[in-house]
């Protein structure tokens, strides 16, 4: 719809085609194309249900780390949050099911857990920001090993799996779904368009990039400077916990290496979709458009003997760059 | 006078265990993964016991997670604490090489595990797995029981020369076997990976006959994937390692999971008990201990299930 929508303006104002807002737009398509060219089951619904599907976890965290960019900070700890939270999930589960057995009482307080030890993990990382005034980038970088070490721990090194019973009762929230779209997909959606609406419609959204373009001219222009960003860190956990309620039922357990790198593709994602690093601007249906071409790169790899899988870093590391590029070209031409 | 006991025990230990007792160092990659993590477990319980049956050997152990990370170990572990023998699992083999040498030449006595180092001659004992044979096991399994003309896809682990020595096994066994590889990508090891790597095998190939999963935690990903395709039936997955959830797949005649093939987690315990029998000079240990891997069959699985491990 945003993609339509764009591409009227566009049409309209033929002359003033602005790579910068279409940038990522032109990068997806010109995917999806090779795609398209490469192999005939590229746009086979189960490909494309399953592109879309595991997009959702990097999305929908990616959709609360555009805030906490737009806001000038940052938190690299969402991975290792994940899979931290992801263990607590299932040794709670795992624990309450023994006295109430595999009900769906038990998934739902499992989900209540998630929800609020994101919220917890989130509100935490913003308050040592905003009130122990430590930088974001430090901080979120030693609560990343915290977490990751904590689940290390939690899980003796190995895998914490969740029970089969409760596995085989919690698993339809990732495989199933209504209209041939699966649960991922439907609330990856909804919290994009959630998102895009309170960036762009709210006080809240244009406070983020107030701060984020200036911090002081906001505080003078009365914007609760350290309440909006501590707002928007307890977003992101927010958004870590929805991304692993999603995210346990497909494979019903989580390890030191769940969730590895999350934080880095979450990041680029965001900056490929057009918000800046340095905050100020932010734009969520980017962001989407952005997890889009990370997934559907290693897809497209996957698919093809195209190159050799030695080389799948370099490919995903030259299509961010262009991607980038392809908005940023009209920034040193002043 | 409890209290002054206990102190001087501790400064006796400080000052003069090296004379009294043996110390071990024992080095090994941090539990980041399951079969890292089962190592912790075995390594773990083994210094347990033997400190337990033995109050003259004295353990140090320490999990790391990069090369020089282990070197610095290591190079403690020599200067403080004074060790007469190194168990090591080296992260890599070249960054740890030289350091390892420069040990073994201060008189240490120096058990390499798993993974070689770049030069040879330098460890007292080399106890290791066999990654040839693991990828042939697997190889020579497709080959007896698939058709000719059976189509086959690969998932590789991290890049490097255990993925490398392990699929070069596999190669040789199907060579002349009549059985198509259709493609091998990097699942890195890791069950996310795998999961989605084996949804786009299944997009990719409208017939797959087996899945070679060179890892259990790969395997796992792997047959959800086939399973959400509603593809269960079509193709047999065989990964490779010893999981207890797989071996106990297999244990229930899973006609998805026919074998496994064993990596044994546990060789580290191996390597530490030869050690302690080397140190004491109980018995001539020094040389090399290879472990071939076993194919796990319905028939043999009780064997290879270990209900405590975390693995």
Same mark, same amino acid.
């Given at each position: ?44 619904? =189960? ?14 965290? %990616? ?18 949050? #994940?899979?931290?939270? #992801? ?48 930088? #974001? ?29 409760? =596995? ?13 779209? =699966? ?25 983020? %990039? %107030? ?56 990041? %680029? ?63 040193? #031409?002043? | +006078? ?32 399951? !079969?890292?993590? *089962? ?69 240490? !006595? ?44 690969? +998932?590789?682990?991290? *890049? ?7 699929? *070069? ?19 890195? !090891? ?21 899945? !070679? ?54 060789? &580290? ?6 050690? *302690? ?12 201990? &290879? ?21």
């Amino acid at each position: 719809m945003s993609a339509e929508s764009i591409s009227n303006t566009g049409a309209a104002r033929a002359r003033k085609v602005d790579l910068r807002v279409i940038g990522p737009l032109v990068a997806l398509v010109v995917l999806i194309l090779i795609g398209v060219m490469l192999n005939p089951n590229f746009l086979s619904y =189960s490909n494309v249900t399953n592109v879309l599907a595991r997009s959702a976890f990097i999305g929908i965290i %990616a959709i609360g780390m555009t805030f906490v960019i737009t806001a000038g900070g940052l938190d690299l700890s969402v991975g290792s949050m #994940a899979a931290f939270v #992801a263990g607590l999930m299932i040794m709670a589960m795992n624990w309450l099911s023994v006295s109430m057995g595999d009900s769906v009482v038990v998934i739902l307080l499992g989900i209540v857990l998630a929800l609020g030890a994101g919220l917890a993990a989130g509100f935490i990382n913003g308050i040592l920001i905003t009130r122990a005034g430590i930088e #974001a980038f430090i901080l979120t970088l030693g609560t990343m090993g915290i977490y990751r070490s904590l689940i290390t721990w939690l899980a003796d090194g190995g895998t914490l799996s969740l029970g089969s019973g409760l =596995s085989s009762l919690y698993s339809p929230v990732y495989y199933g779904g209504i209209l041939g779209l =699966s649960w991922p997909i439907i609330v990856f959606a909804l919290l994009a368009i959630l998102g895009e609406i309170v960036m762009r419609h709210t006080a809240f959204g244009r406070h983020c %990039a %107030a701060i984020g373009s200036n911090e002081k001219v906001a505080r003078y222009s009365s914007v609760h400077v350290q309440r909006v960003k501590l707002a928007t860190y307890v977003l992101l956990g927010l958004s870590v916990g929805i991304a692993v309620v999603m995210y346990v039922p497909r494979l019903g357990s989580a390890s030191a290496t769940t969730g590895l790198l999350w934080e880095l593709e979450a990041i %680029a994602a965001v900056i490929i979709g057009g918000t800046l690093l340095k905050g100020g601007f932010g734009r969520v249906w980017g962001t989407v458009v952005g997890v889009l071409i990370l997934s559907l790169i290693s897809n497209l790899l996957n698919l093809t003997d195209f190159v050799s899988p030695y080389l799948n870093g370099a490919i995903q590391g030259v299509v961010i760059i262009l991607a980038v590029v392809l908005q940023r070209n009209s920034g040193p #031409a002043r | +006078m409890h209290k002054t006991l206990i102190t001087a025990t501790a400064l006796t230990g400080l000052f003069a265990s090296p004379l009294l007792a043996e110390t071990i160092g024992v080095s090994i990659p941090a539990a980041t993964h399951g !079969w890292a993590g *089962a190592l912790n477990y075995h390594a773990e319980r083994t210094i347990e016991r033997l400190e337990a049956a033995n109050p003259d050997l004295d353990f140090v152990l320490t999990t790391t997670s990069g090369p020089s990370q282990q070197v610095s170990d290591i190079e403690d572990m020599v200067a403080t604490r004074n060790i007469d023998a190194l168990v090591v699992l080296p992260f890599e083999s070249e960054p740890l090489t030289a350091p390892i040498q420069r040990v073994a030449d201060g008189g240490v !006595w120096v058990t390499v595990v798993d993974r070689g180092l770049a030069q040879e001659g330098i460890e007292d004992l080399y106890v290791a797995g066999d990654n040839d044979s693991f990828g042939r096991t697997a190889g020579t399994y497709f080959a007896e029981n698939l058709d000719d003309g059976a189509k086959v896809v690969v +998932m590789r682990g991290i *890049a490097s020369e255990v993925d490398n020595e392990r699929v *070069a096994g596999f190669e040789a066994a199907l060579e002349g076997s009549g059985i198509e590889v259709l493609a091998m990508d990097h699942g890195n !090891w890791n069950r996310d990976t795998a999961f989605g790597l084996m949804q786009d095998y299944l997009s990719r190939f409208p017939e797959i006959d087996a899945v !070679w999963a060179a890892d259990d935690d790969m395997a796992v990903g792997a047959l959800a994937a086939i399973e959400q395709a509603g593809r269960t039936g079509e193709m047999i997955v065989v990964g490779g390692a010893g999981m207890k959830e797989m071996v106990a797949r297999i244990r229930d005649n899973d006609t998805t999971v026919p074998v496994d093939v064993t990596y044994p987690p546990a060789m &580290i315990s191996t390597a530490i008990e030869m050690t *302690a029998l080397g140190v004491s000079g109980a018995a001539p240990v020094s040389g090399e201990f &290879i472990i071939a891997s076993e194919l796990i069959t319905a028939d043999n699985a009780e064997d290879f299930y270990f209900e405590d491990s975390p693995y």
